[in-house]
């Protein structure tokens, strides 16, 4: 049983069109999250949903949107993708933002591997 | 502001000790992670910190140490498997992680 999942695993894609990335999580956590890691492997926080509800939302282009039809889902849609954007894209949840800490454990998808040509 | 440093690459021996450290600025803080990330796998959880001391949890261990701002994790009877990147992340005022780049752990026979 996958925690946290996405898909797809790698995406290859040309400038200019639209894709999106797929997240799922079967632990019931109230938060999600959208990770880029880019190939100086930092980790940068790209948006957060708890509740269903933007909480973070860094200066990413507004190209970038996340979608969470439930709070077990959250979808990252990119749109008029550029080169700058290929990198290794992580979902992960935790379960709540704040509140008992231990329990802020992230848990992270297996990331997807996105190569815009 | 907020930065958050570790070293780049370390190398260690299978059998050995190792201490990767990592030092931190922040003005709000609500702990600090430490994640190990095999290559081309997603970061998984070792370990949480949010009081000064030490944390056993099986052959690793974190240190925390709030008023200098650093932590290091320490990882005994190295095996070839422990052979990661092992990223630093502490969570701020808004409960929002930050990442450290890693430190890319290679374990020679």
């Known amino acids: 049983d996958t925690a946290v999942s996405q898909t797809p695993k790698y995406l290859v894609t040309q400038m200019g069109n639209d894709k999106s990335i797929k997240c799922e999580q079967n632990?019931?956590?109230?938060?999600m999250y959208w990770y880029k890691q880019d190939s100086k492997k930092f980790l940068k926080i790209m948006f957060s949903?708890?509740?269903?509800?933007?909480?973070i939302n860094e200066t990413v282009p507004n190209r970038f949107s996340p979608k969470s039809p439930d709070k077990a889902h959250l979808n990252l849609h990119i749109n008029s993708l550029e080169l700058g954007d290929s990198a290794v894209y992580f979902c992960?949840?935790?379960?709540?933002?704040?509140?008992?800490?231990?329990?802020?454990?992230?848990?992270f998808g297996p990331g997807t591997r996105l190569l815009v040509l | 502001g907020q930065n958050i440093d570790q070293p780049t690459e370390m190398t260690a021996t299978e059998g050995a000790i190792v201490q990767i450290n990592c030092t931190y600025q922040?003005?709000?803080?609500?702990?600090l992670f430490w994640y190990q990330q095999h290559a081309g796998e997603a970061p998984t959880f070792l370990s949480y910190?949010?009081l000064d001391g030490l944390e056993e949890k099986g052959r690793f261990s974190s240190f925390l140490s709030r008023s200098k701002g650093y932590s290091y994790l320490l990882l005994k009877e190295l095996q070839m498997k422990d052979s990661a990147s092992y990223l630093c992340?502490?969570?701020?005022?808004?409960?929002?992680?930050?990442w450290g780049a890693g430190t890319k752990l290679i374990i020679k026979p």
């Open positions: 992960a949840s935790s379960q709540d933002h704040a509140g008992v800490v231990s329990e802020e454990t992230q848990y």
């Open positions: 632990l019931g956590h109230d938060t």
């Open positions: 949903y708890n509740n269903k509800e933007l909480i």
């Open positions: 922040t003005s709000g803080f609500n702990g």
């Open positions: 910190n949010v």
């Open positions: 992340a502490f969570m701020d005022s808004n409960y929002q992680l930050i």
